[in-house]
């Protein structure tokens, strides 16, 4: 949703240098969200719409009829319609429609008029929402969600004018009138030369200022997800910035529709739970049938030393309870007809395979690699059925054919194999008809892939501050209350706060916590000191959740004496502890993971390939080679750089230096070559080696460098450029 609420402005504009088009501009305010914009380059450039803005749909075929109920409007307000050269600049004001010149209007009656136009659009407004019956014919023909710009005279100011806006592909947002209390929509011109007051408690560092219009409220701000921040006024806003590309990507609902859809990729968190401290925004956008977390203990405590930069640790049996389980979901769309010249069917394959070793572990947590009994004889296959689609509920192993097809002509089988690394269920088989086909050529295989967390798994609350997961803590040596034997789900490093500011978080805890203990919601949405009344009540959002505390027997300041669960003894100090939301993010090890013993190789440079998908390794440059140097650690380098690498032996004569120069003579040709041998290698059956420069085999030398410098003096020779290398035997 939050896709298709942003704006970006285009990629002319991220080329340019300067920062100004990426700044927040007056008339942006209330319509693009300050806080929803990804950080890097796209910066201020990719924007989000706000909650209340709306963008005015165009109505091309109303244009004629708003338009004459525009002007008959302002023609009872002293709309004059004479030709452009007759008005008088000193005592008219132009008046245009849509960038059209409609007529002009006696200056000293226009702020009347703009008055009674905003007062009609609201009117306009009421009854289109119903809350009035009757409406006044004149204001039937003024659309609501027009634009009323008005530029009085200023010396270098901009031209002068009264300016109307009725068309589609306009932004418009609601705010109060202060006199009439009526919902008016406006446009983002006319909202810099309005007085709009903002609900901060105090007069908005303008005061006397006479406001007009009063913003409906403090979240108007914000866009969808900027929104369910929870205390996202406490934050330092990079991190709200964070959150908001995180939300992105959690782990939850992503749909109601599962068994319908057929994703691409789609992951699901198996356990979510409504947060019990949300915004105002939370029940509004009907999140919870979109839960895309859990309720976490979490303390606040350096545990041992895996905690350390932002990795945490999770309580084990936590996780084995189900916190943060989750599942991906993959469709494989096999279409047979698109197979030219070959009447493919989905049939049970003729040919017939091993069977399978029983699987080990439960949930086919261990489900063994390579499955296949080999003492026993060939099966047919125990997923597919007759119909050549495999049975739901089936597990399926790395390589292991789950569907298959026949060629109803020529009687060739085809199979599929199932690709990647993990073990996948097959969730559902949908077979796609093709209207007057009666065969089935088309079916969507839908694989669920078990993703429950693993170290390395990352996680988030909602103010930023992700984490990776660590360790699996049993749960006997967690360190637990020494009041209530609570022990927490989840550890954080305090050291993750101080430099990050995010003290949103930390009152989520303690307004967790207190949610928690009496069994009900918190709200968290933010700016709510601003709404109520002035500042005097600021203390007042963490003095009730405080007493609450107090009142359930706990300490009002969220802390509370922990015990370690290895050693036995009591913390010398309290350790925060209270109840934090968490989100799964779907950057997870199995997708990432990368290991190579060995693999494919490039066949023209002989070094291992790059590229997870195909089994290939990481790339170590010059920058890793340096650090190793640095580390002493030479040895290792070796390994990495060239025995691990393009290992490769090959002769060289030690006298000119030249790889290129030698060459194998087998042992009949070497006579015949007329060349005297002084070193004979017996070892091998593979002739002598001579330097065709030196037409000697004395001083050829077997040595070992990687392929690639053999290669690059191959290349170098080719452009009759000499490499000669000094070698000291
Ligand atoms: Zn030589």
Redo the contacts with the bound molecule.
Sequence with gaps: MSHFRSIHRGAYFAELRTTAVRKLLPESWGFMCPVHTPDGSPCGLLNHLTTSCIVVPNEASKEDRIEIGIINALSMVGLVRKDIKDIDPDHDTLVQLDAKYIGSIKTRDISSTVSYLRMMKAEKLAFELGQKTKIDELCQGVPHDMEIVYFPYKKGGIFPGMYLFSQGARMVRPVRQRSSKAIEFIGTLEQSMMSIHCPDGGDGGSRGLKFTHEELGPQQMLSVVASLTPYSDFNQSPRNMYQCQMAKQTMGTAAQALPHRTDNKLYRLQTPQTPIVRTQRYPIYSMDEFPNGTNAVVAVLAYTGYDMEDAMILNKSSVERGFAHASLYKTESINLSKEKGVNMQFKSSARKERPRAPPKGAFGAEYPRIPVDQSKQFVESPIIDSDGLPRVGAPVWTGETYYSATDTLTGKSKTGKLKGEETAVIDQVAIVGHGKQNEITHANIKLRFNRNPVIGDKFSSRHGQKGVLSRLYDDVDMPFSENSGMRPDLLINPHAFPSRMTIGMLIESLTGKSGALKGSFVDSSPFQSAEKACGTEELSICQEFCDALETAGFCKTGGETMVCGVSGEIFQVDTYIGVVYYQRLRHMVSDKFQVRSTGPINPLTRQPIKGRKFGGGIRFGEMERDSLLAHGAAYLLHDRLHSCSDYHVTDI?C????LV?TQNVPHSASTAHGVHATRVDTSSSRGRTI?R??E?SK?VERIAVPYVFKYLVSELAAMNIRCSLDIKV
Excluded: F, I, N, P
């Excluded at 006298?655 to 030249?658: N, P």
């Design positions: 004569c006298k000119c230096g030249l120069s330097c420069v030196c000697s001083y």
